[in-house]
Nanobody
Framework: QVQLVESGGGLVQPGGSLRLSCAAS????????MGWYRQAPAKQRELVAV???????NYADSVKGRFTISRDNAKNTVYLQMNSLKPEDTAVYYC??????????WGQGTQVTVSS
């Protein structure tokens, strides 16, 4: 089992920045990748960014150049630095951990609202 606890969401003006954090606990040694997904009202959940155990990253086209995913292995924590935020980035952001066995775990979600 893997437990994920997110933090860092909130309200920010367009053009602003936020940093999300996701701390993993439990059987963290079996984690293959960690990432962030988001779900806006009436929309499907979509991938935002993912970082694999070999540190390779992948981003949604809509956030490339604005968002950066990183991790601190010592703290079992993954971060999502979000810059130049736009109203369309408004969503609930979920942390995800995928194990080598392809089991998936989800955090509780954190709200990000971009509005003036």
């Amino acid at each position: 089992q893997v437990q994920l606890v997110e933090s860092g969401g909130g309200l920010v003006q367009p053009g602003g920045s936020l940093r999300l954090s996701c701390a993993a606990s439990g059987s963290v040694v079996s984690i293959y990748s960690m990432g962030w997904y988001r779900q806006a009202p009436a929309k499907q959940r979509e991938l935002v960014a993912v970082i694999r155990s070999d540190a390779m990253t992948n981003y949604a086209d809509s956030v490339k150049g604005r968002f950066t995913i990183s991790r601190d292995n010592a703290k079992n924590t993954v971060y999502l630095q979000m810059n130049s935020l736009k109203p369309e980035d408004t969503a609930v952001y979920y942390c995800n951990a995928e194990k080598w066995s392809r089991e998936n775990y989800w955090g509780q979600g954190t709200q990000v609202t971009v509005s003036s």
